[in-house]
């Protein structure tokens, strides 16, 4: 999902400084700024929401298999 961001901003932003009169590098180098720009804000979101959810209690999710402390001697 964050590729698609990055590419529709890139698109549009390039879109927009051509139509505005800029050349075509100049356009695709703009585009490719805002692109950057607006992954790099994605990213340090999801750093932040991710440091700043709730922790998750022992077992939430865990396999159904057993940990080795909890699996019946195989020597008895």
Known sequence: MGTAIAMTVLAVRSQAL????????AAQVGGMQWAFGVGAILGVGIVAVSVLM???PDGFGAD?????????????
């Open 18 to 25: 051509a139509d505005a009169g800029a050349n075509d590098t």
């Open 54 to 56: 709730p922790h998750r």
């Open 64 to 76: 159904s298999v057993d940990s080795p402390d909890t699996q019946p001697d195989a020597a008895h």
